[in-house]
T-cell receptor, first 112, second 113 residues
Protein backbone atom coordinates (compact mmCIF):
# COMPACT_ATOMS: atom_id res chain seq x y z
CA UNK A 1 0.00 0.00 0.00
CA UNK A 2 0.87 3.66 -0.14
CA UNK A 3 3.13 5.06 2.54
CA UNK A 4 5.23 8.06 3.51
CA UNK A 5 8.55 7.95 5.33
CA UNK A 6 10.16 10.94 6.99
CA UNK A 7 13.48 11.47 8.69
CA UNK A 8 13.47 10.88 12.40
CA UNK A 9 13.36 13.88 14.66
CA UNK A 10 13.60 15.94 16.66
CA UNK A 11 15.72 18.30 14.61
CA UNK A 12 17.39 21.21 16.41
CA UNK A 13 18.94 24.05 14.42
CA UNK A 14 20.34 27.46 15.16
CA UNK A 15 18.60 30.47 13.69
CA UNK A 16 19.61 31.18 10.07
CA UNK A 17 20.78 27.59 9.50
CA UNK A 18 19.83 25.61 6.39
CA UNK A 19 17.01 23.12 6.81
CA UNK A 20 16.37 19.84 5.03
CA UNK A 21 13.70 17.38 6.11
CA UNK A 22 13.75 14.24 4.02
CA UNK A 23 10.57 12.60 2.78
CA UNK A 24 10.19 9.55 0.55
CA UNK A 25 7.02 7.86 -0.53
CA UNK A 26 5.63 4.64 -1.93
CA UNK A 27 2.62 4.84 -4.22
CA UNK A 28 1.05 2.75 -6.94
CA UNK A 29 0.17 5.71 -9.17
CA UNK A 30 1.06 9.36 -9.47
CA UNK A 31 0.08 11.00 -6.22
CA UNK A 32 -0.06 14.61 -5.23
CA UNK A 33 2.42 15.48 -2.49
CA UNK A 34 2.05 17.85 0.42
CA UNK A 35 3.89 19.34 3.34
CA UNK A 36 1.79 20.31 6.34
CA UNK A 37 3.00 22.25 9.38
CA UNK A 38 1.63 22.05 12.91
CA UNK A 39 2.54 24.83 15.31
CA UNK A 40 2.36 24.01 19.04
CA UNK A 41 -1.20 23.45 20.25
CA UNK A 42 -2.76 24.01 16.84
CA UNK A 43 -4.19 22.02 13.95
CA UNK A 44 -2.29 21.32 10.74
CA UNK A 45 -1.89 23.88 7.99
CA UNK A 46 -1.00 23.17 4.40
CA UNK A 47 2.49 24.57 3.78
CA UNK A 48 3.03 23.65 0.13
CA UNK A 49 2.10 21.08 -2.46
CA UNK A 50 3.10 19.60 -5.81
CA UNK A 51 0.81 17.68 -8.10
CA UNK A 52 3.12 16.22 -10.75
CA UNK A 53 6.71 15.19 -11.32
CA UNK A 54 9.31 18.01 -11.26
CA UNK A 55 6.81 20.47 -9.80
CA UNK A 56 8.27 22.69 -7.09
CA UNK A 57 6.03 23.81 -4.28
CA UNK A 58 7.03 26.88 -2.32
CA UNK A 59 5.66 29.01 0.49
CA UNK A 60 7.10 31.20 3.28
CA UNK A 61 10.66 30.48 2.12
CA UNK A 62 10.14 26.71 2.16
CA UNK A 63 10.53 24.66 -1.01
CA UNK A 64 10.08 21.04 -2.04
CA UNK A 65 10.48 19.41 -5.46
CA UNK A 66 8.50 16.36 -6.58
CA UNK A 67 11.16 13.84 -7.67
CA UNK A 68 9.49 10.86 -9.30
CA UNK A 69 12.78 9.08 -10.07
CA UNK A 70 13.76 9.01 -6.40
CA UNK A 71 10.18 9.06 -5.04
CA UNK A 72 11.12 11.96 -2.80
CA UNK A 73 9.73 15.31 -1.73
CA UNK A 74 12.34 16.82 0.59
CA UNK A 75 11.51 20.06 2.40
CA UNK A 76 14.16 22.81 2.39
CA UNK A 77 14.58 26.31 3.70
CA UNK A 78 17.68 28.42 3.32
CA UNK A 79 17.54 30.27 6.63
CA UNK A 80 15.26 29.12 9.45
CA UNK A 81 13.77 31.36 12.09
CA UNK A 82 12.66 30.66 15.65
CA UNK A 83 9.07 31.01 14.43
CA UNK A 84 9.59 27.96 12.17
CA UNK A 85 9.68 25.71 15.23
CA UNK A 86 6.87 23.22 14.60
CA UNK A 87 6.12 19.67 13.52
CA UNK A 88 6.28 19.07 9.77
CA UNK A 89 4.27 16.33 8.07
CA UNK A 90 4.89 15.00 4.58
CA UNK A 91 1.77 13.55 2.95
CA UNK A 92 0.43 12.12 -0.27
CA UNK A 93 -2.94 11.72 -1.88
CA UNK A 94 -3.68 9.38 -4.77
CA UNK A 95 -5.75 10.94 -7.52
CA UNK A 96 -8.49 8.37 -7.11
CA UNK A 97 -8.76 8.64 -3.35
CA UNK A 98 -9.94 11.32 -0.99
CA UNK A 99 -7.88 10.16 1.94
CA UNK A 100 -4.47 11.67 2.60
CA UNK A 101 -1.68 9.48 3.92
CA UNK A 102 0.55 11.29 6.39
CA UNK A 103 4.09 10.59 7.42
CA UNK A 104 4.91 10.37 11.14
CA UNK A 105 6.00 14.00 11.38
CA UNK A 106 9.35 15.63 12.11
CA UNK A 107 9.69 18.00 15.03
CA UNK A 108 11.85 21.06 14.38
CA UNK A 109 13.20 23.34 17.09
CA UNK A 110 15.05 26.50 16.10
CA UNK A 111 17.12 28.13 18.81
CA UNK A 112 18.29 31.77 18.80
CA UNK B 1 -14.25 31.52 2.42
CA UNK B 2 -14.41 28.21 4.21
CA UNK B 3 -13.91 27.79 7.92
CA UNK B 4 -13.91 24.80 10.21
CA UNK B 5 -14.81 24.87 13.88
CA UNK B 6 -14.26 22.38 16.65
CA UNK B 7 -15.46 22.39 20.21
CA UNK B 8 -14.71 22.19 22.92
CA UNK B 9 -11.08 23.29 22.67
CA UNK B 10 -10.09 21.34 25.77
CA UNK B 11 -11.84 18.67 27.78
CA UNK B 12 -11.00 16.70 30.91
CA UNK B 13 -13.16 13.66 31.50
CA UNK B 14 -13.11 10.73 33.94
CA UNK B 15 -12.67 7.18 32.74
CA UNK B 16 -16.00 5.61 31.87
CA UNK B 17 -17.75 8.88 31.06
CA UNK B 18 -19.33 9.62 27.65
CA UNK B 19 -17.81 11.86 25.01
CA UNK B 20 -19.16 14.12 22.31
CA UNK B 21 -16.90 16.28 20.14
CA UNK B 22 -18.38 18.43 17.43
CA UNK B 23 -17.00 19.73 14.17
CA UNK B 24 -18.74 22.05 11.72
CA UNK B 25 -17.65 23.43 8.38
CA UNK B 26 -18.87 26.66 6.82
CA UNK B 27 -18.65 27.99 3.31
CA UNK B 28 -18.73 24.73 1.37
CA UNK B 29 -21.18 21.99 0.46
CA UNK B 30 -20.80 18.22 0.38
CA UNK B 31 -17.36 18.18 1.98
CA UNK B 32 -15.57 15.01 2.88
CA UNK B 33 -15.06 15.03 6.63
CA UNK B 34 -12.41 13.33 8.75
CA UNK B 35 -11.59 12.65 12.40
CA UNK B 36 -7.96 12.13 13.35
CA UNK B 37 -6.32 11.46 16.68
CA UNK B 38 -2.83 12.57 17.55
CA UNK B 39 -1.35 10.97 20.65
CA UNK B 40 1.40 12.87 22.47
CA UNK B 41 4.57 12.96 20.39
CA UNK B 42 3.09 10.84 17.62
CA UNK B 43 1.72 11.24 14.14
CA UNK B 44 -1.85 11.34 12.92
CA UNK B 45 -4.17 8.38 13.11
CA UNK B 46 -7.24 8.52 10.87
CA UNK B 47 -10.24 7.36 12.89
CA UNK B 48 -13.26 8.00 10.66
CA UNK B 49 -14.15 9.64 7.41
CA UNK B 50 -17.42 10.51 5.74
CA UNK B 51 -18.27 11.29 2.12
CA UNK B 52 -21.89 12.23 2.80
CA UNK B 53 -24.69 12.49 5.35
CA UNK B 54 -25.07 9.28 7.30
CA UNK B 55 -22.08 7.67 5.57
CA UNK B 56 -19.28 6.80 7.98
CA UNK B 57 -16.18 4.72 7.34
CA UNK B 58 -14.14 3.49 10.27
CA UNK B 59 -10.42 3.08 9.86
CA UNK B 60 -9.50 1.59 13.22
CA UNK B 61 -11.52 -0.50 15.69
CA UNK B 62 -12.19 1.76 18.65
CA UNK B 63 -14.60 2.37 21.43
CA UNK B 64 -15.32 5.55 19.50
CA UNK B 65 -18.02 6.21 16.95
CA UNK B 66 -18.80 9.00 14.51
CA UNK B 67 -21.95 10.43 13.04
CA UNK B 68 -22.82 12.96 10.36
CA UNK B 69 -26.34 14.19 11.02
CA UNK B 70 -26.02 17.16 8.66
CA UNK B 71 -23.96 17.90 5.58
CA UNK B 72 -21.42 20.06 7.38
CA UNK B 73 -21.54 18.56 10.86
CA UNK B 74 -19.38 15.72 12.10
CA UNK B 75 -19.58 14.31 15.62
CA UNK B 76 -17.18 12.01 17.45
CA UNK B 77 -18.65 10.07 20.36
CA UNK B 78 -17.93 7.46 22.95
CA UNK B 79 -20.19 5.78 25.48
CA UNK B 80 -17.36 5.04 27.91
CA UNK B 81 -13.96 6.70 27.72
CA UNK B 82 -10.72 4.83 28.32
CA UNK B 83 -7.41 6.27 29.52
CA UNK B 84 -5.98 5.48 26.09
CA UNK B 85 -8.51 7.83 24.47
CA UNK B 86 -6.50 10.83 25.67
CA UNK B 87 -5.04 12.84 22.84
CA UNK B 88 -5.48 15.70 20.44
CA UNK B 89 -8.49 15.23 18.16
CA UNK B 90 -8.48 16.92 14.82
CA UNK B 91 -11.33 17.34 12.40
CA UNK B 92 -10.61 18.05 8.75
CA UNK B 93 -12.47 18.52 5.50
CA UNK B 94 -11.68 18.21 1.84
CA UNK B 95 -13.34 18.63 -1.52
CA UNK B 96 -13.47 15.49 -3.60
CA UNK B 97 -11.31 15.82 -6.70
CA UNK B 98 -8.07 14.89 -8.31
CA UNK B 99 -5.89 16.22 -5.56
CA UNK B 100 -7.38 16.38 -2.17
CA UNK B 101 -5.96 18.93 0.20
CA UNK B 102 -7.29 18.61 3.69
CA UNK B 103 -8.10 21.61 5.84
CA UNK B 104 -7.85 21.14 9.56
CA UNK B 105 -9.71 22.55 12.50
CA UNK B 106 -7.97 23.88 15.61
CA UNK B 107 -8.34 20.59 17.48
CA UNK B 108 -9.68 19.40 20.83
CA UNK B 109 -7.30 18.41 23.61
CA UNK B 110 -8.91 15.50 25.51
CA UNK B 111 -7.49 14.26 28.80
CA UNK B 112 -9.03 11.19 30.36
CA UNK B 113 -8.23 10.75 34.05
Amino acid sequence: GNSVTQMEGPVTLSEEAFLTINCTYTATGYPSLFWYVQYPGEGLQLLLKATKADDKGSNKGFEATYRKETTSFHLEKGSVQVSDSAVYFCALSEASYDKVIFGPGTSLSVIP
Amino acid sequence: SQTIHQWPATLVQPVGSPLSLECTVEGTSNPNLYWYRQAAGRGLQLLFYSVGIGQISSEVPQNLSASRPQDRQFILSSKKLLLSDSGFYLCAWSVGGTYNEQFFGPGTRLTVL
